[in-house]
């Protein structure tokens, strides 16, 4: 974890890359950092890197990963506001924990998903490098398209 250089990130589920604003408020003023939305169609929600999950929710709407000593990476599904009650996922991990790419973290269970309004159905994926102070390198998200889990790659540098 001593390298200050984006890692490779995965989808962490399979779906279809949107173009649209994350919907969770805190996404939404760029707190949380910059990147995409994915419509969720996997029943898994795998790590889309190594490093350390610092935080995750009680219903696992809510996932937050240390990737190294300049980035973080979080994952929002929906609104991020279900907190301890979100039916349709499962938690699979615990926090602080030291993970690996494709390891899984959430189960969806795409049934009650889909049941949820189209909001619902969506993942954040955010990055961002807390300390500003540090260099970044520029990189670019995936703009449209397919994806699937643990194999299509989400950024370009």
């Known amino acids: ?13 399979t779906g279809r890359v949107i173009d649209v604003p994350p919907t969770a408020g805190v996404c939404q003023q760029g707190l949380l950092g910059q990147g995409i939305v994915i419509e969720m169609t996997g029943s898994t929600l795998y790590a889309p890197a190594d490093g350390v999950l610092t935080h995750i929710s009680g219903s696992g709407d809510y996932l937050s990963l240390r990737l190294n000593n300049t980035y973080s990476l979080q994952l929002v599904t929906g609104s991020g506001d279900a907190f301890g009650a979100h ?6 991990c615990r926090r602080q924990v030291q993970i690996q790419c494709g390891d899984p973290l959430v189960k969806i269970n795409q ?5 949820l309004n189209s ?3 969506r993942l954040a994926v955010l990055v961002c490098a807390p300390d ?3 260099t970044t ?3 670019d998200w995936l703009t ?3 994806v699937t889990a643990k194999d299509s790659p989400l950024i370009t540098t």
Do not use: D, H, I, N
């Not at 049934?111 to 049941?115: T, V």
């Open 119 to 121: 909001m619902q159905q």
């Open 1 to 13: 974890m001593a390298t200050s250089q984006l890692p490779s990130l995965y989808a962490p589920v």
């Open 111 to 115: 049934s009650l998903l889909r049941s």
């Open 137 to 139: 390198e520029p990189f």
């Open 132 to 134: 500003s102070t540090k």
């Open 87 to 92: 039916l349709a996922l499962t938690v699979l």
């Open 144 to 146: 449209s398209g397919l």
